[in-house]
């Protein structure tokens, strides 16, 4: 490795010695790490400036093409050097629709390569697109708004993949696998049922988080008509929406457009729009735009070979300066330009600790309400020191970022590790302790010690994302339909219920996987059956929302919704302080083995109900517990759920096998 120690020592023109190696970067991004705001292509009517910052190039031209492929070359614009390795060039005229790449000789190599900072592409994201992003606005644009929002754990969050919702037949959508998909309201299934936006609406929740949409590597834009199907985390243009979500590839406005169209429908139905990111990884290595403009700077390195916490051949480098930089600048830039309203990481924990406060004290200055979570874990062995990584264990040093508890997701129903592992719900005994961890969001409560498998890393309750299923894995209906194989479907219904109560009644933020409140499967393609934990590649008929079954499934739909209801209706589930958890919310003591109970008092967070009691009973028989004094009216059951009482309850109260009550007491609106 060849750095240099001062910026004078570095002779830029003959700079393509320069490498970079894993964490020794410091030295680099003092001498060459650029803050300005204007890399890319800036355009106006009159003119565009271009800036890329390439310290180590010794040359680098602009490309200015016709469309976004082919040979249809219009010029080569030479690019000059200035401070911290930023190279520039300005063309005159109206360049919108103009698309362009850069070509970046670093060594003896000179590599085409698309800006970065490119925020519109042809198809396939193989050329930038100079593009004025006010034409790109749907009419009414400017007026959207967020739908009201304001702790993260007033959120429910709803996770889809664009194509899923509308692949099957029986969604009724017209534009299938489309961003406009989620723009179609009206739309029903043969039985008169709603789907799409509308389904979404009527379940009540208050955000989507739509897997990768921005442009992946794996579908071929350019076959719209071939089956392909992708989860899209294989990233190719961070700054750029997915081709084949839009109706036209080829121009770059199209599906910008089209996905603002997505984002304001979706506003407008009150329901906020999450991104999933991907910037712990990029496709591969030598595609990557990372590398074609500044090789081995955005990778890290451990004795000369890339590091692979993300599981996928490369990390980044987040603790490396300019891509630090990136990944703020990017997701402000979809934050302000998309209106998008919040951001899953993915293998947030590949990211350091101060990216993601970086990430957190932008969107801030964007509006609070934005939320920022993520996976608080790698995929494999990390460059830089575990004290350093975004990691669930570290996320006290990350205020107001949440990460995924893996902690109630395999507490609830089993390991996702093992097939047949079963969880409180389906029949695991001692779980009591896991279940009472999940129900404070992994905050300290003096009525949960730390102990075996149970040690709180959430500071505030918005810190733990709850759940028990999401795209990866099985599905929570198919993971019943394994590790309860034989138990019969009533029974595995029970399970489903109780679960989805579980979720749903903690503090914390909820999530759910799309369709699990219609028992979703994924039933593999492949020849020998059973079902797809793994449907990154698999085709629509394994991954869409089966649309024709939601008649079969309306109880349990039912069941989600009142869930969603009561919880939304009563703040004392949505705390928004670990002290005000440790106030208000008591654990009963003295009950049986797998039943967990406790009662949450004071009108806690300025709930209409003084006081509510949940109960939970893993065990196949009924169990009496014991009440707090007075009469309780009965909002949940293993039959129903609902902000109205179907019945009251005094001294002590019977919860059937396999189920969940929820009691409220001193609530006017009841
Ligand atoms: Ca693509």
Redesign the pocket.
Known sequence: MILPAREEELDLTKAHDISMNGHGCDQFDDAYAYDGDDLGAVYTEEKTGFKVWAPAASEVSLNLYEQGDGDDLIETIPMKMGDKGVWSCEKQGDLNGVYYTYSVKNGDRTNETVDLYARATGV??NRGMIVDLRATDPEGFENDTRPAFVNPTDAVIYELHIRDLSADPSSGIRSTGKFLGLTETGTTNADGLATGIDHIRDLGVTHVQILPCF?????D?TRPGTPQYNWGYDP??YNVP???YSTD?YHGEVRINEMKRMVQALHRNGIRVNMDVVYNHTYNIQDSYFQKTVPDYYYRKVGGSYSNASACGNETASDHAMMRKYIVDSVVYWATEYHIDGFRFDLMAVHDIGTMNAVRAALDRIDPSIMVYGEGWTGGDCAIPSSQQALKANMAQIDRVGAFSDDIRDAVKGSVFEAQDKGFISGKDGMEERIRFGIVAATPHPQVPTGDGVRSWAAQPGQSINYVSCHDNLTFWDKLAISNADDSEETRIRMNRLGSAIILTSQGVPFLQAGEEMLRSKPSAAAEGGFDENSYISPDSTNSIKWSEKAKVMDTYEYYRGLIAFRRAHGALRMAETADIQRNLTFMSGLDANVVGYTIANSANGGTAEKITVIFNGNADVVDVPLPAGTWEICVNDRTAGTVSVGTAETTVSVAGISAMVLVQGDDTI
């Open positions: 396939n994201g442009d992946y590597a794996t579908v834009e190719k243009n997915e081709g084949s590839p």
